[in-house]
């Protein structure tokens, strides 16, 4: 049986993950940290988790209550072997590393919250900011708790997509002769937009 792939040994799981945590911004689960690395169709999960708690004795990597992380010992070495990884699997894992930098930047700006009231019923407290501050707060009345806690689940995802909709209709032309365009906000006024 053939393999495909560019990852051959242990050295390389290392190579990789040194890599790849040398461009993330957040610290990271082993979890996650094995998701990123699954660049290459030859490395496997339990490669990833055999090589994290050597790295972590060797410091390359450090961890903590909020995850990995490299150290500064890890940059150095990185910086000397990134290049012996094929082109493929950095192009991949680069792009991997970019798109968790995003959400996290992204899921940072955004915080829910679900307040009980006096009455048995909850509000559903939903925040998008940037980093210009507050872009959105909605107070969501719901008739429970579990109500009001579905919808900080969902919001995250579709933040963005409320926060356009709101911005369409709000600054929208008026089609009632009765108003006048005084009411519409100019480009400069709606510049802002959440990341």
Avoid at 66 to 71: H, P, Q, V
Avoid at 115 to 131: D, Y
Avoid at 142 to 147: D, E, G, L, N, S
Wanted: hydrophobic share 40%; aromatic share 6%; charged share 25%.
């Amino acid at each position: 049986m053939t393999h495909h792939g560019f990852i051959h040994d242990m050295l390389d799981v290392k190579k990789l993950i040194l890599f790849v945590t040398e461009r993330l911004l957040y610290p990271v689960t082993e979890q996650k940290l094995f998701e990123l690395c699954m660049q290459d169709d030859r490395i496997s999960y339990f490669q990833v988790m055999e090589a994290i708690p050597q790295m972590l004795e060797s410091k390359l990597l450090a961890g903590n209550e909020n995850g990995l992380s490299i150290t500064d010992h890890g940059r150095e070495i990185a910086a000397v072997t990134d290049n012996a990884l094929a082109l493929p699997v950095r192009q991949r894992a680069e792009k991997a590393a970019e798109r968790f930098n995003r959400e996290i930047r992204r899921n940072s700006y955004i915080h829910t919250e679900v307040v009980n009231q006096p009455n048995g019923e909850a509000l559903a407290v939903l925040h998008l900011g940037s980093e210009v501050g507050n872009l959105l707060t909605i107070e969501y009345a719901c008739p429970t708790a579990r109500h009001a806690a579905q919808l900080t689940r969902i919001f995250p995802d579709r933040a963005n997509q409320l926060y356009k909709a709101v911005t369409e209709i709000l600054t929208a032309k008026q089609t009632d002769e009765t108003h006048d365009s005084a009411g519409t906000l100019s480009n400069e006024e709606t510049r802002w937009r959440p990341i």
